[in-house]
């Protein structure tokens, strides 16, 4: 019975060490994201992600997250408490297109800026190099 309630102990050991490498694994990822501008939309672990065969140490999760002009990524992390954050196949799975288009009366400015400032670049080009 007592080899029993060892291998027990093992087991209930390793499942509230894994919760808690989870727990911290779930900060490292959000401050890398933040820390970049981005705004972490989903985390979830992927025991069998890329890299994960031969893999010791770093667990492997799937975020989706939105970068500062809006677009939506998904992507792979690997964490560990000392290699810190790598991100893998990062794709994009919605982009942002603008709400609404300018409005007539500045497209005609912007239009009238660029025009005025291919002239000062006929006027005054720059040499080359």
Do not use: T
């Given at each position: 019975m007592e080899p029993l309630l060892v291998f027990g102990g093992f087991i209930l050991l390793a499942i509230v060490f894994r919760l808690i490498a989870g727990g911290l694994d779930g900060g490292?990822?959000?401050?890398y994201v933040r820390a970049?501008?981005?705004e972490l939309v989903d985390r979830?672990?992927?025991?069998?992600?890329?890299g994960w065969f031969g893999?010791?140490?770093?667990?492997?999760y799937q975020?989706?997250?939105?970068?500062?002009?809006?677009?939506?990524?998904?992507?792979?992390?690997k964490t560990s408490m000392l290699s810190g954050v790598y991100l893998t196949n990062d794709h994009l799975i919605q982009i942002k297109f603008p709400s609404a288009p300018l409005p007539p009366s500045d497209?005609?400015?912007e239009n009238r800026r660029l025009r005025q400032r291919i002239q000062e670049l006929e006027k005054n080009p720059t040499p080359p190099g």
């Open positions: 490292r990822v959000e401050q970049r501008g981005w979830r672990w992927r025991p069998f992600g890329p893999e010791k140490d770093s667990r492997i975020i989706v997250y939105r970068d500062r002009e809006g677009n939506l990524h998904q992507a792979h992390v497209l005609a400015e």
